[in-house]
């Protein structure tokens, strides 16, 4: 229990720190120095305002502001860099790589932008600017410059010398990459394989003419699945003439795992992809906004539906009770194929052209739920209803039956033929699938009623 004390007392808070920032400033920077980008990042996430936030920001060494923008949402990065001159952007890119350069680049106004990079030193200008001319989702856009290539009739002693002297320069260094008097590409090694070769061995001899490589046009999806396939630490990236421009580290690649994947929950939700805390209410009301009046249309379908049975409805109340039963059945069998689609077209482990099991299984899953859940609810049915007995029962039953084998066919259809069309599935596929599985269950139900009950 002392112990359990003793941490909560030694807890470092923003408020904390904001208060030594008035009375102990230099004891302040002394402190956060000591923190990592992602404690320091929790502290900023846990002041007040942006003003609050701002005054911290300044407290932390300048090596380390970089990471720690870096760390915090998108939206919230965006206006602390807006507050900031073009002069502190400058400082905090001296201490990034090139791609978290860019990275800070691109989250800021463009003339701004223009302003920071004229500051620059001319090879740090040239490589940014080689940098930002790449799609944001690329492997162009993801790619650093740092590196270390050699050329091809170097010894193994040679690269080791030159190791020594400036490896230290480039982070996460796993791979040596080598290269023609051209700087095209021509093999690759990895760094533990070179440090038990032969001093007078040629890298050649040694290299990986077969390592994966990305072109950088490359959409970031195909990069994570190269990483996935091949379980390597970085990827070089090379232009149409096989020129080395860059490389990609498997950090990147986590980061896109982690966007696609939040990206994907956010649309199956009918999120945008930019959706975030930290956004303005304005903002987030318009883009949740225009997604609630596309449901809002699809929910009123379902009730023109409805309005086709109110007849039927008013002589038999039972129904107003029982059918959302059957649309819900529906929207939540649909949903959970949904879900296992779109995540297998993530991947890239399901297409258009290799769906024909995925579907089969989809909608045999459907085949036995629908019949165990009809007999259910039949059953159900007819004992809490007993006047109307069996013959509401097999009326539920076999609506509940159709709707839920629609619903496994739609769930694994939807996503298919939207990625066919070259629309992203993950986007529009929930707000169809919840229009097919009202629409027909509704329809079943209350028609069957009308024929059978009437």
């Not at 649909?334 to 991947?347: D, K």
Request: glycine share 6%; aromatic share 6%; proline share 3%.
């Amino acid at each position: 229990m002392a112990k359990l004390e003793n941490n909560i007392q030694t807890e470092f808070s923003s408020q904390d720190a904001l208060l030594m920032a008035v009375e102990r400033p230099r004891a302040l920077r002394n402190r956060l120095r000591k923190l990592h980008a992602s404690e320091l990042c929790a502290m900023l996430l846990g002041c007040r305002d942006d003003a609050e936030r701002l005054i911290l920001l300044e407290r932390i060494p300048q090596a380390q502001r970089g990471d720690v923008l870096l760390e915090l949402p998108e939206g919230m990065q965006e206006d602390l860099l807006a507050k900031l001159a073009p002069s502190d952007i400058e400082d905090v890119l001296e201490h990034l790589d090139s791609d978290d350069a860019a990275d800070i680049l691109q989250a800021v106004d463009k003339d701004v932008a223009d302003e920071v990079i004229e500051r620059l030193e001319p090879d740090d200008r040239r490589g940014l600017e080689a940098l930002l001319g790449h799609d944001e989702e690329s492997a162009g856009g993801l790619m650093q410059a740092e590196l270390f290539k050699v050329r091809a009739d170097w010894t193994v002693e040679k690269v080791l010398l030159v190791l020594r002297r400036f490896g230290h320069e480039i982070e996460n260094l796993n791979y040596v990459y080598i290269v023609d008097d051209d700087d095209r590409l021509v093999g690759v090694i990895p760094l533990h394989k070179l440090l038990f070769c032969e001093p007078e061995q040629l890298v050649t001899s040694v290299e990986n003419k077969d390592f994966p490589r990305v072109h950088a046009g490359q959409d970031q999806e195909a990069v994570v699945q190269l990483f996935e396939k091949y379980d390597v630490l970085a990827v070089p990236v090379v232009d149409d003439d096989g020129v080395l421009i860059g490389r990609i580290t498997a950090d990147d690649i986590i980061d896109v795992v982690q966007d696609e994947a939040t990206e994907d929950m956010y649309r199956l939700a009918a999120l945008s992809g930019d959706d975030d805390i930290s956004e303005r209410v304005g903002i987030t009301a318009w883009r949740r906004g225009i997604w609630l009046m596309v449901n809002l249309g699809t929910a009123i379908l379902a009730s023109l539906v409805v309005a086709q049975f109110q007849g039927t409805i008013a002589q038999i109340v039972a129904l107003a009770v029982l059918m959302p039963i059957v649309a819900s059945m529906g929207g939540i069998a649909g949903t959970q194929t949904l879900t296992v689609i779109v995540r297998g077209i993530a991947l890239g482990r399901v297409t258009f052209d290799n769906a024909r099991r995925s579907l089969i299984k989809e909608v045999s899953v459907s085949l036995f739920t629908g019949l165990a859940f009809a007999l259910v609810m039949g059953v159900v049915a007819a004992l809490w209803f007993p006047l109307l007995g069996y013959k509401l029962g097999l009326v539920i039953a076999v609506a509940m039956f159709i709707n839920l084998i629609m619903a496994g066919l739609s769930g694994a259809m939807i996503p298919l033929t939207l990625q066919r069309m070259k629309i992203d599935p993950a986007l529009a596929s929930g707000t169809i699938l919840t229009t097919v599985t009202d629409v027909v269950g509704f329809f079943a139900f209350l028609g069957l009623a009308t024929i059978f009950l009437l």
